[in-house]
């Protein structure tokens, strides 16, 4: 079983930020959070993943709170093409990383 | 840098036909390699991963069997699909250590009437 929660769905508008919220309150030290989104028909693609510290690359920024329990994934600058299912994974690698069913963003002009 | 192919992009097999599914690697070496099917509105169910050639890891007892007979390459293969079998099979790399992402590539979407 997946051990993140996440909303099922969440809107936002274009050109806002995106804040994507997920908890993990049984998150173990060694334990990373990895976030993936899925545009309908594709694999799943690979955004972002911290172990304690906030991360931010070229997509997104990650915030994960102190405690570890919970995390956002921020999109800045939403678009349309950010519409998509977004998934929050807590696991070390590999076959260690459970798929939950995912938020579904959609992104509204 | 790394990339990953799967083929064919979609597949429409009659019940009880064989399956052959392949998914290769390049710009990586000795990759983790994984098999997952997502049937439809459904989450991603990992079916099969490797470490190394030949050496191969069942995660649900299925219809379906996966092998690695090179480095870089992992096959999917069923000897008679069943109508469940139908799905969008995805194939994974990673490398193996903390912290190592998963990179899926395109997916096959399979048919099975």
């Known amino acids: 079983d997946a051990k993140t929660t996440q909303p099922t769905s969440m809107d936002c508008a274009e050109g806002r930020a995106a804040n994507l919220p997920c908890n993990h309150s049984t998150i173990s030290g060694n334990e990373y959070v990895y976030w993936y989104r899925q545009i309908h028909s594709q694999g799943p693609q690979y955004i972002i993943h911290g172990l304690k510290n906030n991360e931010t690359n070229e997509m997104a920024s990650l915030i994960i709170t102190e405690d570890r329990k919970s995390s956002t994934l921020i999109l800045p600058h939403a678009t349309l093409r950010d519409t998509a299912v977004y998934y929050c994974i807590v696991g070390e690698y590999g076959n260690k990383l459970v798929f939950g069913a995912g938020t579904i963003l959609r992104v509204k002009s | 840098s790394q990339t990953i192919h799967q083929w064919p992009a979609t597949l429409v097999q009659p019940v009880g036909s064989p399956l052959s599914l392949e998914c290769t690697v390049e710009g990586t070496s000795n990759p983790n390699l994984y098999w997952y099917r997502q049937a439809a509105g459904r989450g991603l169910q990992l079916l099969f991963y490797?470490?190394?050639?030949?050496?191969i890891s069942s995660e649900v007892p299925q219809n379906l069997s996966a092998s690695r007979p090179q480095d870089r390459q992992f096959i999917l293969s069923s000897k008679k699909l069943l109508l469940s079998d139908s799905g969008f099979y995805l194939c994974a790399w990673s490398v193996e250590f903390e912290g190592s992402p998963l990179h899926f590539g395109n997916g096959t979407r399979l048919t099975v009437t």
């Open positions: 490797s470490v190394g050639i030949g050496q």
